[in-house]
Each structure stands twice: as C-alpha cells, then as structure tokens.
C-alpha cells in the first residue's frame, strides 16, 4: 500500500468508527439539550449556557451577513484529521461551493473558519487536540471566544499541524479585524457576554 492508500483506508475507519458512536447517541432521551462530540476518540457531553448560545448567535449573524450564500454551521458533525475527531465546532464557515457528499457529510477541507467558545468542562480541547485538528485540516481562520477571561484568541496561518500565527487576546468589546485573513472582515465582540 502506499501512503495515500494507507491515510484513506485510516479515514474511512475513522468514519465509519465516528458513525457507530454517534449513532449509539441518537435518540437517547436524556441527551436532550447536550452538546456532543468526540475529541481523540473520546466523547464529551456539555450543556449549552445562554452565554455560549449569545456569543454563536453574533458569530453567525455577522458571517451571514457577510457570506450569504455560503454554510455556516453550528455544532453540525465534521470529521477532522486525527484519531476519531467527530468535531460539532461552535460556528463553522464552509468556502463558496462546498458541498456535501453523498452520505450528506461536509468536507473538512472545506472549512475556512471556525469559532469556538470555551465551556468550563472541555475547554482543553479547544486549545489542544481541536487547534491541532483545525490547523492539520489547513482550517485558515480559528477563534476561540472565551468567557470566562473575557477574551477572544486568534490563530492563523495552519502549518504542520499547528498555527504559526497566534494574535495577542482581544478583550470582549474589542473589534477583532480580520480583514488581512483569508476571512476579510472585522468580527464585532461588543453582544460577547462574560460568564
């Protein structure tokens, strides 16, 4: 086998892994309301506060305000390099003509933006494995809105499964100009709330 067969073969049994696990969720009565996704092959459960909806909802606004005619997601299931990384970003912004597959599955490589907001219980993850699996998939623009620091965290220029560009944070309030991004606009933070 070569290496490409070998990462596509690796892919697909991620997939397929990723599909049994979450198929094991649906349904389950008492999971209404939680926020699912598997990081690394292990699954987190979180509530979502009315803060963390606030900061999503002005994200969204303002990219389709900005993107019309482009998919922006939220807590939508997209698989991401790595072993079984099922991620439900917060806010996802997919280039101009991306498109579902035949199993209705999105493309990582298609994602050029997403947000995060930090939640007490798994906000390790949006620093660590998800920057990874964001900056691996060659995602452009990743942000992660953290409430409780009251602060936004800016990462660009995805290398070698990492970013090589991480800004100073912005305080909430703060307009955070992305205009020298791939991205091209300013993300207004004044409607963050803090916890």
Known sequence: MTV?????KMADENTRALDAMFAAFEGLPVLEGMRIEVVEGNVHMT???????????????QLKAAFP????????????PGHRNGLCSDVALLAEGARA?????WQCEDV????????RGTGQNDYG?????YATAGVSVYLIADPYQ?????????????YSDAWPPLPFGQDVDLTT???????????????
């Open 101 to 105: 597959d035949d199993e209705g599955r």
């Open 150 to 162: 009251g602060k936004v965290h800016v990462y660009t220029q995805p290398k070698n499964g990492d």
């Open 129 to 133: 494995p998800k920057r990874a699996a």
């Open 112 to 119: 050029e933006f997403v947000a995060e907001v930090i939640s």
């Open 181 to 195: 991004t791939p991205l091209g606009l300013t993300l207004t933070t004044a409607d963050f709330p803090r916890d």
């Open 47 to 61: 509530p979502q506060r009315s803060s963390h909806w606030e900061i999503i909802l002005a994200a969204v606004t």
């Open 4 to 8: 490409v067969e070998d990462r596509i």
């Open 69 to 80: 005619h482009r998919h922006v997601f939220s807590d939508v299931r997209i698989d991401y």
